[in-house]
């Protein structure tokens, strides 16, 4: 059984697509997302999303519009245990927790409303701030690249995955990640063996 017993996704490109419009009709969720959250709950593994604050502009969404999309996701995909947000602002990366993208109190924060130390969280991240801040914070990241992310920044990671489904089953099959690259290409039904008891 793996150690981990949270898991923390970003929310855009890793969970769903469609987002960051604002529109909670346009939200669809990525392939594989929903059978990766599922295999974590049949283990007792909670889980939590993790999202990034907008840069004040004019055409973003509004609050509303953000919770709206928040309840569109937990439909779709929920429930989650905790919802953590990101700064988006570079503000305090060199050194300063207070603000930077790579800040952990987000992390640490989620950490403490699930009373659950930092070393037993993974960050499946779609950037590497996200998986930067769970270094920070004493968490375990994977990097599953998104479009922006540069090859240098891939290499560089400790740990990736192609997917969050991959990156899960590699976390409930031995736990923390040991390798640099997470790979695991069994079908879904292979992998999903629920707890006793579990639905």
Do not use: N
């Not at 439909?75 to 927790?97: I, M, N, Q």
């Not at 991240?125 to 540069?150: F, M």
């Amino acid at each position: 059984m793996s150690s981990v017993r949270v898991v923390l996704v970003d929310q855009d490109g890793i969970l769903v697509e469609g987002a960051d419009g604002g529109d909670p009709d346009r939200v669809r969720p990525v392939p594989g997302a929903r059978e990766a959250l599922g295999l974590l709950r049949s283990r007792g593994v909670r889980t939590g999303v993790l999202t990034r604050r907008p840069d004040d502009a004019r055409g973003r969404p509004t609050e509303a519009d953000r919770r709206r999309v928040d309840e569109r996701i937990d439909e779709l995909l929920g429930p989650f245990d905790v919802r953590a947000v990101r700064p988006s602002t570079s503000e305090g990366d060199d050194g300063d927790d207070g603000g930077g993208r790579t800040a952990p109190g987000p992390l640490l924060w989620a950490a403490g409303r699930l009373c659950t130390p930092p070393e037993r969280i993974a960050v499946v991240g779609a950037s590497r701030d996200s998986v930067e801040a769970a270094r920070r914070a004493g968490a375990h990241g994977i990097l599953v690249p998104g479009p922006g992310v540069r090859p240098e920044e891939t290499a560089d990671a400790l740990h990736v995955a192609p997917d969050l489904l991959t990156a899960v089953r590699g976390l409930l099959l031995s736990g923390p990640p040991k390798q640099h690259v997470l790979v695991d290409e069994r079908a879904i039904t292979a992998a999903y063996r629920p707890v006793d008891g579990a639905g």
